[in-house]
């Protein structure tokens, strides 16, 4: 009886530890509870998400002209779960925050039921982790991430996504129709970058995946949330992105457009773009509009808003203002001098000017003078006037025709026919718009660069269309290399001039900073102590960068190390200006001196 009851015991007491070890492991054994936002997109029940965040910029309602508060997002590549960021991201960053380029790994317990994660908890602070370009910058492990830049030349496949959902909110136009608005009527987001880009750059239709659920670049999806309770457009395009992560469409495009019903609470705005990113998307009864389409996509490609004194959208000659007209058969505009300076595509014919050291005689003719096949060797579109202590303008010939037909008729007077000229600095800004130059007249800027000279651009004479000419435009320093209309037409030297034909030139250390020993230096610098010069020529690369400072012009050749590029706001190779548009590349400044064998400007 005693050996049984020990055994008894022995038996109870088995069991009570293995009912305690059963609490104990049930909370790990049983199912994750659902993310509360996992109805708008499931990837949210994952233990954290991958993203690129993003400043989302829109154009408002036409005649508005409101301040766009910084809108951060951050959104997983192949359609997965978008957040929104709020709170204090300067603190929170601590640092420059590149759109596109900046990456986060987020707890998914950090996102709350309306898929916002607050910057300002501290949490967020200590449990997210932060990478600028994929390297761990701030906090937490290590992770591979795609850094997005601007691409102004190629052919780019397009998705349409045409959202509906359950309750029968649709957008007014069917998935054919829209096709049609996108890529293939007369005027179309498509047909329009096409010519402004002097057919470098192109959109097309996605193709239509292994499922073949894309019909000429449209795909009809239908999501299981009521979009009229939705809290932001970002709700629309999340729960768009559940749907399309479940097709099997593969890498059939580049771009995607997201057209939301009408009952979508778009604010003030009629679309958004994530500048540097991939996503565009609309509301339904501006979604076929030309100008909207384009506006948003050229925040994709880097584009930020053209602007005059304190409005946003000040600038009506190009598709980054905001003045506009939305309906579908309106929006032949292209982009003004900044932007089209940029993007590089007619980098053939810019020309660069430093009032300190030259003036300018110029003919400046339009875009649609290029697309007429009206333009000659000697002709420029665009002229960016610089020096290292002022912001740069630029300027170029806008006429109302052509592909630049269309403009509000409230502005016409003002900017149409006119050298319309921008003060800007890199991507990154808006521009701004600061003359409008009709025949006989000129822009004055005082004590230009710290000369204490005034600087001046005049214009004068300006040909009545694209197919009778050009405007003859001065460019001069008063006092320095003062100038008349009555001199002849010339260009600026090939050594103030980099173009994507250069031709020798002589000579000169680039002034793109390095890193050496991971300290920005240049080739001032390296030559800034002569005893130590030879030492410093000596470090890896330095030689073939400054190569007049370290006496190794004689060989024509790039430089060996990773220069600093204002325009891309990150590191770049020589190799990396050959790799891809080449010609608008070597046009950026200083990399014309830096890489002397690819851009062929060896003497």
């Known amino acids: 009886m005693i050996s049984s009851s020990k055994s008894s015991r022995g038996i109870i007491s088995a069991s009570l530890l293995f009912c305690v070890f059963l609490l104990l492991a049930l909370p790990s054994m049983a199912a994750r509870k659902p993310h ?13 998400i991958n993203c690129i965040v993003y400043i989302s910029a829109g154009v408002t309602v036409t005649g508005t002209d409101a301040s766009i508060p910084d ?33 986060l790994i987020i707890p998914t317990d950090l996102v709350s039921g309306n898929r916002e994660v607050d910057l300002n908890d501290p949490s967020s602070f200590e449990r997210i982790s932060v990478f600028i370009k994929g390297q761990r910058h701030l906090r937490g492990s290590m992770s591979t991430k795609r850094s997005l830049i601007a691409n102004y030349d190629g052919s780019f496949k397009t998705l349409v996504v045409r959202i509906s959902d359950t309750n029968g909110n649709s957008p007014t136009h069917s998935a054919t129709e829209l096709s049609r608005h996108v890529f293939s009527d007369e005027l179309t987001m498509a047909t329009q970058y096409r010519a402004c880009s002097n057919d470098k750059l192109r959109f097309t239709p996605a193709d239509g995946g292994s499922t073949n659920v894309i019909k000429n670049g449209v795909v009809d999806v239908t999501v299981d949330i009521d979009l009229r309770h939705t809290y932001s457009s970002s709700d629309c395009y999340t729960a768009a992105d559940n749907v399309l992560s479940d097709l099997d469409i593969g890498d059939t495009h580049t ?10 609470d778009f604010g003030n705005y009629v679309g958004y773009g994530e500048t540097g990113g991939t996503k565009t998307c609309y509301l339904d009864r501006h979604g076929s509009s030309p100008f909207v389409q384009m506006h948003e996509l050229g925040h994709n490609l880097q584009f930020f808003h053209s602007g005059e004194g304190n409005s946003e959208y ?24 900044a932007k089209t300076w940029q993007a590089g595509w007619y980098s053939d014919h ?3 000017v430093t009032p300190t050291n030259e003036s300018y005689i110029g003919n400046i003719v339009d875009v649609n003078s290029v697309a007429l096949g009206g333009i000659n060797a000697n002709d420029d579109v665009v002229v960016k006037v610089q ?10 010939l806008h006429r109302l025709e052509g592909i630049t037909s269309d403009m509000k008729e409230d502005y016409i007077d003002t900017y149409a026919d006119k050298i319309n000229i921008q003060r800007w600095g890199y991507s990154g800004i808006s521009s701004k718009a600061i003359g409008h130059l009709a025949i006989g007249e000129e822009y004055i800027q005082e004590d230009w660069s710290n000369t204490g000279k005034a600087l001046h651009i005049k214009v004068c004479s300006i040909a009545k269309s694209s197919t009778d000419g050009g405007a003859k435009v001065l460019v001069y320093l008063d006092g320095a ?4 209309c009555d001199g002849p037409i010339r260009t600026v030297a090939p050594t103030m001039n980099p173009t994507s034909s250069q031709g020798p030139r002589q000579c000169q250390d680039s002034t793109l900073k390095i890193k050496v020993n991971s300290v920005k230096r240049t080739c001032g610098w390296v030559g800034k102590k002569p005893e130590q010069t ?3 020529c000596q470090k890896p690369g330095v030689a073939s960068h400054c190569q007049k400072t370290c006496g190794a012009c004689m060989l024509c050749r790039d430089s060996g190390k990773r220069f600093e590029l204002k325009e891309t706001l990150d590191y770049q190779s020589c190799s990396w200006v050959e790799r891809t548009s080449k010609k608008s590349r070597c046009m950026m400044e200083g990399v014309a001196d830096t890489c002397r064998r690819t851009c062929g400007t060896c003497s």
């Open 36 to 48: 509360p936002a996992s109805h708008m997109h499931r990837g949210l029940n994952k233990d954290s």
């Open 71 to 103: 809108r951060l997002s951050c959104s997983a590549h192949n359609h997965g779960p978008t957040v929104i960021l709020t709170g204090d991201h300067d603190t929170f960053f601590n640092t420059e925050l590149l759109s596109g380029q900046t990456s």
């Open 255 to 264: 771009y995607t457009m997201y057209i939301c019903p009408d009952v979508v």
């Open 314 to 337: 000040g600038d009506p000659t190009g598709i980054m203002g905001g003045m506009y007209n939305s309906d579908i058969h309106w929006g032949k505009m292209c982009f003004n001098a």
């Open 350 to 352: 810019h020309s660069t």
């Open 387 to 396: 020096s290292a202590d002022e912001l740069s303008l630029y300027f170029m």
């Open 481 to 484: 290399n003062t100038i008349t």
């Open 534 to 536: 030879q030492l410093r």
